[in-house]
């Protein structure tokens, strides 16, 4: 069903192999003190998280409204007249094809916005480098976050709360491109609407030719 949804690009190389440009923007060249702003980072990262999760709920909403729908339409193919079946039929096609579209679009559009979080928690991890330690709590966090479903933890955790802190290849690991959250919602969540869409139109088309062939009534 992976073919019904958009692929994910592949996930950010180490920080040796990022292009000029992917330096710059992401700051990898600066010498500047970044820990006054940290609170500037973690409100822009509330606001692009705020926004993710509006967002992922909004399309699950809508594509739950329109499966609904699309159990109506397949209940009309099997009640209605023969000769009449084919509208709804038709009108769960195009409600298949319209919401898959749909999932894949605000798919990519939801990965965006994950991709903007991910963002602001590299830069508030990379800033946290300039404070001791013991005060670095959004470190912290992600490794506790971490240590859910990975066993490298240990050995994260101690380079992120050394002295120097974690270096870019160290950060490519604890701030993940896909975490097991993201993994769930924004892979195996469409992809069972996906499966779920297919199913409901298979279904569909094959009730109506079952009962054009008087194979069932």
């Given at each position: ?94 409600d ?37 330690p ?5 470190t ?49 969540v469409?992809t ?26």
């Amino acid at each position: 069903m992976a073919s019904f949804l958009p692929s994910r690009p592949t996930p950010d190389s180490p920080s040796s192999e990022r292009s000029p440009l992917e330096h710059r923007i992401e700051g990898l060249d600066g010498h500047h003190a970044a820990a006054p702003q940290l609170g500037f980072m973690l409100a822009g990262a509330q606001w692009r998280d705020s926004w993710l999760h509006g967002f992922r709920s909004l399309y699950l909403v809508m594509e739950v409204i329109l499966l609904g729908l699309a159990g109506g339409l397949l209940v009309s193919i099997l009640t209605l007249e023969v000769s009449r079946a084919w509208v709804p039929a038709v009108l769960l096609l195009v409600d298949a094809a319209g919401s898959l579209l749909l999932l894949g679009r605000m798919r990519r559009a939801a990965i965006g916005l994950g991709d903007d979080v991910r963002f602001w928690h590299r830069e508030i991890v990379r800033a946290e480098r300039e404070l001791p330690p013991e005060r670095r709590v959004f470190t912290r966090f992600k490794l506790l976050q971490r240590s859910r479903n990975h066993a490298d933890t240990d050995e994260i955790a101690t380079l992120a709360l050394s002295e120097t802190g974690l270096d870019e290849a160290g950060l490519d690991r604890l701030i993940e491109p896909f975490s097991a959250t993201r993994r769930l919602i924004e892979n195996r969540v469409p992809t069972l609407i996906a499966v779920l869409w297919v199913s409901w139109s298979l279904a569909g088309i094959g009730a109506l030719f079952l009962r054009l062939g008087h194979i069932i009534g």
